[in-house]
């Protein structure tokens, strides 16, 4: 906590100002601050300008006039807009009180007093005026209005009703509120949950304007219906996402399973629950009422059917098979699928993949749009040029994320090797088979069709042309280079640029906290702070690099759905 536990506010010296007493209701009405003595108190740092923030409004607007009626409890709102329009607007939709827009320095000194560093930030007062929680929001957004009267006894009571529920789990426990004990059909009528008990059951997480699930949804209701027809005691219960009510309609009037109601309070806790870092997600739960499965999405994609009913049995039987399919990979298998038989050269003219055969071949999967892809692209070109004027049986693939095809000409026009076609529908089986999360992406295909290695990008990066062909003996030689070369090094030091002792490290790539250009293979590093030295820089050696990736400009933007560092661009 930034403000000691320990440390008890007066309510009204904290409020207010040597000229003002009292607080505002969005209606203009002043309310005395010495009528909030003996309450508890949450003062809320927020702002209209922050989507974080208007986004948990709601959920403690729906908290705060459940809790109100109590009669000890009250939200102060410290606001952090630039100009009283933007505060109007914002403190229009909250029914608690707010400091007046005009005493910025209250403001100020409250979000000094509480170090926030960050909104929205809910800092939570007991009736004496003592600091319970500054992490009111997570509190707020975990257990809504079950967390009052926000108590550390309280939230702590609430996790261990959790651990017992996990440790318990059921159908019932997972599906069934206090306010409702059914799910609903695709026709709007009302199943019991009681129905799903003794039955395997997918809880569906899918949110229809989001394209990986509405991609997912008619491969999920295929399987769903052969395991129907098969006889199978299998449900799914589709976890709605939504935020539009007419699409969570459209969505469950063309699906055959079951749902929870719209904007039902258990989406959010299910979420919360199991943990839900990607869309789709289908948890398994099996006849027992435990989780099997945290996801099976990606099995349903590779297997259909065959993935039920989704236990460890069965997936160990399906990753032998998969090894099975590595072995037997070629490059037909991956690149070729039905009359689409060819990638493009620079004119657009097909060139069949058959063309390929016994060279190897790096699937580059990058964007026009992304920092990252644009900053490796030289070099690979380097690389590229190099190992081809060597005589070797080499070829890039470019498989764009590019939006438009303006955007993939004009990044390909940059490019002296092959390509899909844009917009190409091998790209998203190519995607998910080397499970692309990131770009830029370097596979590496040896020259019989294997996956050598789906981190070749880090290879080049670190070694250029000299890592073709991309094989583990060729890294394991270019490593034993590089231990000679470090022969002799001290293997920890200090240096003056750093507090803690820096030890002799191999790392794949850095960037130098000294001369800020790109590293590789050996770092004087300190683990604690994350914290590089070029052993040049620490050795004193001469210069032998260069200046590496060119400077990612401010005003680049990751594109919708992406998030971009310096180094690579993320699926959301």
């Known amino acids: 906590m930034a403000v000691s536990a320990d440390v008890t506010h007066d309510v009204v010296s904290l409020l207010s100002s040597p000229e003002r007493d009292y607080l505002l209701r969005n209606n203009g009405d002043q309310v005395k601050i010495e009528s909030l003595k003996g309450k508890k108190i949450g003062i809320y740092f927020s702002a209209s300008w922050c989507g974080p923030c208007r986004k948990f409004t709601p959920t403690l607007v729906e908290a705060y006039n459940e809790v109100v ?5 009250e939200v102060v709102f410290a606001s952090a807009d630039e100009d009283d329009e933007a505060f109007k607007g914002y403190f229009s939709k909250m029914p608690w009180l707010a400091i007046p827009f005009s005493d910025s320095e209250t403001r100020s000194r409250l979000d000094e007093l509480f170090q926030v560093r960050g909104i929205p930030n809910l800092v939570l007062l007991d009736e004496t005026g003592k600091v319970v929680t500054e992490d009111g929001v997570d509190i707020v957004r975990e257990y809504g209005v079950e967390a009052y009267p926000f108590t550390s006894a309280r939230i702590q009571e609430l996790r261990d009703r959790e651990e017992e529920a996990r440790r318990n789990q059921s159908v019932r426990s997972l599906l069934i509120s206090p306010s409702r004990d059914f799910v609903i059909s695709s026709n709007g009528n009302n199943v019991p949950v009681s129905e799903l008990e003794g039955k395997t059951v997918g809880l569906y997480f899918s949110h229809s304007s989001f394209a990986p699930s509405s991609d997912f949804t008619p491969k999920l209701v295929k399987a769903y219906e052969e395991l129907k027809a098969r006889g199978e005691n299998f449900e799914v219960v589709l976890i709605p996402l939504d935020e539009d009510e007419e699409a969570f309609k459209e969505i469950l009037g063309s699906v055959p399973w079951l749902s929870l109601p719209f904007k039902d309070k258990f989406c959010g806790k299910l979420a919360q ?5 990607t869309l789709p997600t289908l948890v398994i739960i099996g006849p027992d ?21 989704f236990t460890p049995e069965k997936f160990a039987e399906l990753d032998e098979i998969l090894k099975a399919r590595e072995a037997a990979q070629t490059l037909e298998s991956i690149l070729v699928s039905e009359d689409l038989d060819f990638v493009i050269g620079k004119d657009g003219a097909q060139v069949p993949v058959s063309e390929l055969n016994g060279k190897t071949v790096l699937l580059y999967f990058s964007a026009h749009w992304c920092p990252p892809c644009r900053a490796f692209l030289p070099k690979l070109v380097d690389a590229y040029h190099e190992i081809k004027a060597k005589g070797n049986a080499l070829e890039v693939v470019f498989i764009s994320s590019d939006k438009d095809q303006a ?31 990131g770009i830029p992406m370097l596979v590496a295909i040896g020259s019989n069709g294997r996956t050598l290695t789906t981190k070749a990008r880090d290879m ?55 001369c800020n250009e790109q590293g590789h293979a050996w770092s004087y590093y300190c683990e604690k702070c ?43």
């Open 289 to 309: 009422g435990k989780t099997l499965n945290a996801n099976v999405a990606e099995a349903i994609e590779d297997h259909g059917v065959e993935a039920y009913p």
């Open 460 to 514: 080049v990066l670190q070694y250029g042309a000299r890592a073709y062909p991309f094989t583990d003996e060729k890294i394991k030689e270019l490593e034993a280079e590089e231990d000679e070369i470090a022969k002799g090094w001290p293997e920890k030091l200090t240096h003056e640029t750093h507090e803690h002792e820096l030890v002799l490290t191999r790392r794949r790539v850095y960037y130098c906290d000294g």
């Open 530 to 572: 994350d914290f590089d030295l070029h052993p040049k820089c620490v050795l004193k050696e001469e210069d032998k690099g260069s200046k590496d990736d060119p400077d990612v400009k401010e005003e680049d933007k990751s594109k919708d759905g992406w998030v971009c560092d310096a180094e690579v661009c993320k699926k959301v």
């Open 407 to 437: 955007s993939f000409d004009e990044f390909f026009g940059g490019m002296p090797w092959l390509a899909l076609p844009f917009g190409d529908s091998r790209k998203r089986f190519l995607s998910r088979k080397f499970r692309v999360s």
């Open 273 to 277: 629950y199991f943990e839900l870092s």
């Open 69 to 73: 009626s109590k009669g000890d409890f």
